[in-house]
């Protein structure tokens, strides 16, 4: 159905590193009239919010980068191993500069809803600033880890200091000098912000909920010789990267855990404790995602590492993760981080043992019938992760239909980019995709590259309509819940599963199939060749 003519072809939600990349290849590939709200007053996305003391990224700083501008991979020098989050934002709007992208973004503007008018064929976009304007093509570059978390703590109201979520920090910073502070939360973010905190505040408390497996980032200068050796190889490794399991240069060691010898396995595991960053996760060997005896083992290693920096023997068993299996929560990686437990103006508060939040109170928080006095209370209590940022656009499909009454008992969509019910809406690293399970920047540019082929496939056979049928969504749907079944991953109270959100479906949202984003990249493509099995064309 060729339908009235849209104000754009295409709208797209988000000026992080989706948008960015989406609208490039959109505008300056296809040639597509496209335009961008972003809710920040620039481009960055996650890295225009999450502005805490310590935010950096995990992924190492030559591969979290665009691979589509060969020439800025050899001209942008990144200072350290891991990108700090300024430089990352700098490098953003350096990209957005340099391919005059912010023409087609309109900045602090919230889109507000959306609705398909099936009679029109076409998207109409709502915006805060009163904005009405339709589009043949939706697609959603939000991010996953953007619909921000603030638990609702009785007698938040009531506190008389001042408190921050650290994906909504201020931009000119918190001076911590001089104050008694509180972070609530022992996730990847507090575990990059905690030692950095510690150092400036008078005093610090942790209040944890469930202790974290930590290993060593080793950031640092990167070698001048590795750096240029790099460079005279990106392409190889640009094909890696794409080709791989994690969207990083990580790979399994091709063995049992359980059937090397114990001094080998302990030879294996220093190496990659000492290389840090993701090593341990997702280049340990391959049963340690399956096998419970396997995975004790990586878990036995870390808790002797645990107990060997933090001196006290009772901080540091109340540090030592229980009740869950080693890799099931997102890996978080540290500099200085249990060895800031060590330091005089550092207090742990566990819930286990010291008893759980129960309020917040006027002057700070009460835990275990304890109140502890705080000028600033960090939240590093995360996200309602993945399904979140959808549901929050008050996205309506055929029939007036709401997505978050179609996803009321979890996501439903095929392959991850598509939702039954919603014609010509793409959904960038979606729940059941790869997603957060690899290097961002990998999965978005899969993603990017794959909408890119199916809008000019079908412009070339004059197409208008792209929809997943139910079927092929069912089969996702099941296809992505059984594989990992076959893994540990389902048994942990994990924001992968929606557990840290009170209400929300127990469902893993990500997907992570047999042979990793590589896989599924070959996977979407066969789909493509073969005239986009499992979705309706019209
Ligand atoms: O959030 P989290 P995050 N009462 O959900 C606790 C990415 N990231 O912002 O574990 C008390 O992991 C909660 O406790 P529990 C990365 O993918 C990337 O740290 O649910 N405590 C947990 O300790 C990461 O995984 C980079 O029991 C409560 C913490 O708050 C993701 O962002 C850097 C609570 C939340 O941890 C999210 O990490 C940093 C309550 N009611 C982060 N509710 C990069 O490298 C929650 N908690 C790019």
Redesign the pocket.
Known sequence: MAGAAPDFDAVVIGAGFSGIAMLKSLRDKLGLKVKVYEAGDTVGG?WYW?RYPG?????DSYIYCFTWDRQLLQDWEWTERYPEQPEILSYLEHVARRHDLKRDMQFNTRVTGAEFDEGANLWRVHTDKGDSVTARFLITAVGT?SAT?I?P?KGLEQFKGKWYH??QFPKTGVDFTAKRVAV?????????AIPEIAQQAKHLTV????A?YCVPARNGKVDPDLVKARKADYDNIVKRIRESFFGQEHYFIPKSALEVPDEEREREFDRMWDAGGFAFWLANYQDMFFDQRANELCADYIRRKIRRTVKDPAVAEKLIPKGYYYGT??Q??DTNYYETFNKDNVLLVD?ATDG??EEITGKGIRAGGKEYEFDIIVF????D?MTGPLKALNLRGRGGRKLEEQWADGPHTYLGIAVAGFPNLFTITGPQSPS?LTNMPVAIEQHVEWITECIDAMRKSGKTSIEATPDAQDQWVAHVNEVVSQTLMPSA?S?YMG??IPGKPRTFLPYLGPEGVGGYRKKCDEIAAKGYEGFALA
Not at 55 to 59: F, N, V
């Open positions: 996650t999450n935010a950096r990224c995990d992924s880890l978390n638990p703590f650290t994906s609530v939360g022992t996730g990847a973010t507090a575990v990059q209040f944890q909920r469930t974290n929560k997102r978080p990686l819930a759980p939040i590093a209590t995360g996200f992760a957060v109270n924001w557990a840290n």
